[in-house]
């Protein structure tokens, strides 16, 4: 949904820079058209010859450069908005990405000057996220709450709005809003993978099709730049078995966002059900680390401990695991025998 509000605002930014007569430019046209289709790549090749065909034209550099930032090519993407802005001048729109990018690159300061300095007639509608995003980055949890509860009475039914938002309470000690955030964000993120086109259309090609098939229909939500986007993706080819396939978007995930539970826990928990556990052992300590009493992080780090034979390590985690939930049997029996094992020597 908002890859299609970027695609309508990216057409009439580009109508308000200059208008074109039909048809001048093929190229263009079926980049847009592309782009429109979420068939980033093989925009990207017709935007690349609009810009050589039409390199004084804006609106060319403008859409490669978004195109490129889908992509994931972010610096040839602000090499493309800063060319617009030569040719162009300032605008909204090219401000608006290029603090996006300063975002992604960690410039967090550059990130919130441009980005604040559109906030009173954004472009887009998640500006005010952004900016919150980039003064939670920095360290600054009350500005970024300011941000954030701002954001979200723009976009209330944005899980990423809640999901920040939840962290940035938890961070300032104010755990009863962090716990009604949270819960506002696994409500709206259940129902986004219950109503949103591309998450239905992966997860029935998962259920359906053949894995090289069901992939090519999932990756279209594959979006290099979106941590919770790409932490959805992962959990979707992890609920369907697709184990290898969900690596790729959770690493992305974790890089992108360091702070993520959700995208720690679902990287360890997949390598965990891949046998691979001793790749399985540094995400799930990053989630439990992030949220100490989450239950299914905390067994999963005790199972991976043990199947590594660090029966040392395991114990005490599997100790907190059962204080947590006291009732789960197999936790217990294992528990048992590592405090049995530990009184022989």
């Not at 410039?107 to 005010?128: G, M, N």
Request: charged letters at 25%; hydrophobic letters at 35%; glycine letters at 6%.
């Amino acid at each position: 949904m908002k890859r299609i509000v970027m695609i309508l605002l990216l057409i009439g930014f580009g109508i308000a820079l200059r208008a074109q007569p039909a048809g001048e430019d093929a190229h263009l046209s079926r980049g847009s058209q592309l782009m429109q289709q979420q068939m980033y790549e093989q925009a990207a090749t017709e935007l690349q010859q609009a810009v050589t065909l039409q390199p004084t034209d804006p609106r060319a550099h403008f859409q490669y450069a978004v195109c490129l930032l889908s992509l994931g090519r972010n610096d040839e993407a602000r090499a493309q908005f800063e060319q617009v802005r030569k040719l162009a001048g300032d605008s909204r729109y090219v401000t608006y990405y290029l603090g996006r990018l300063d975002l992604l690159s960690n410039d967090y300061a550059s990130a919130i000057k441009r980005l604040s300095s559109v906030a009173e007639r954004p472009p887009f509608p998640d500006t005010p996220f952004y900016v919150g995003v980039a003064y939670l980055s920095s360290g600054d949890a009350s500005k970024g709450i300011l941000w954030l509860e701002r954001a979200a009475k723009v976009l209330p039914n944005d899980y990423r709005v809640h999901y920040r938002l939840a962290r940035a309470y938890s961070i300032g000690g104010r755990q009863q809003d962090a716990d009604r955030e949270y819960s506002l964000y696994n409500e709206l993120l259940n129902r986004h993978k219950s109503t949103e086109t591309e998450v239905r259309d992966c997860s029935d090609a998962l259920r359906t099709k053949p894995a090289a098939d069901a992939h090519q229909v999932c990756q279209r939500m594959f979006d290099p730049n979106d941590p919770e986007n790409l932490t959805l993706l992962g959990q979707l080819y992890g609920e369907a078995g697709a184990f290898e396939s969900a690596l790729e978007p959770l690493k992305r995930a974790v890089q992108l966002d360091p702070k993520s539970y959700e995208a720690w826990h679902n990287l360890g928990l997949t390598y965990f059900r891949l046998q691979r556990y001793k790749e399985a052992r540094d995400p799930l300590q990053k989630a439990v680390a992030l949220r100490p009493n989450a239950y299914g992080s905390v067994v999963m780090l005790g199972a991976t401990l043990y199947m590594l034979g660090d029966d040392e390590a395991a114990l005490p985690v599997l100790e907190h695991a059962h204080q947590l939930n006291p009732s789960d049997a197999q936790t217990n029996q294992v528990l048992e025998k590592l405090r049995s094992e530990r009184a022989k020597k």
